[in-house]
């Protein structure tokens, strides 16, 4: 068994009026210009609900309650285990600001078949839709 250092990760399943929030990683990026569930790393010291309120508004200026969790994921990559975690969440103030991420949309689950996502998030889109199946997914070395 090898002993890889663990990322945690967490991202928000932000629906309104039958649409999703997703974001679009900046070019630079892993994984780059691909969609996801906005969010990202939780720092040492913070909780998952931390995490995601200040990565919300970091990247989206967005102010966010945190609800239950959808899903979670753990993959191991080469070099680093994964621990992907999802959760809904209720937009409080949201006067929605590309910061860091390249672009923002709302879309509708049998939208989401349309968008490359990077391989964490299927586990929240099987999920939240049942048809991971059919949405394209990142091959893991990005």
């Not at 929605?96 to 968008?115: F, K, P």
Request: with cysteine; charged share 30%; net charge negative.
């Amino acid at each position: 068994m090898v002993d890889r250092p663990g990322i945690d990760v967490v991202a928000a399943v932000v629906e309104r009026d039958g649409h999703f929030l997703i974001t679009q990683r900046q070019p630079m990026a892993s994984f780059p210009l691909y969609w996801e569930f906005p969010g990202g790393k939780v720092e040492p010291g913070e909780d998952d609900a931390t995490a995601l309120r200040r990565e919300m508004m970091e990247e989206l200026n967005a102010v966010v309650e945190v609800g239950e969790l959808v899903d979670r994921t753990v993959r191991e990559q080469e070099s680093f285990t994964l621990d992907f975690r999802s959760y809904r969440c209720n937009l409080i103030l949201d006067h929605l600001e590309c910061r860091n991420v390249h672009d923002l949309r709302w879309v509708t689950l049998s939208e989401l078949d349309s968008y490359s996502f990077p391989p964490a998030d299927l586990g929240t889109i099987v999920r939240l839709s049942g048809r991971g199946h059919s949405v394209r997914i990142a091959r893991e070395d990005g």
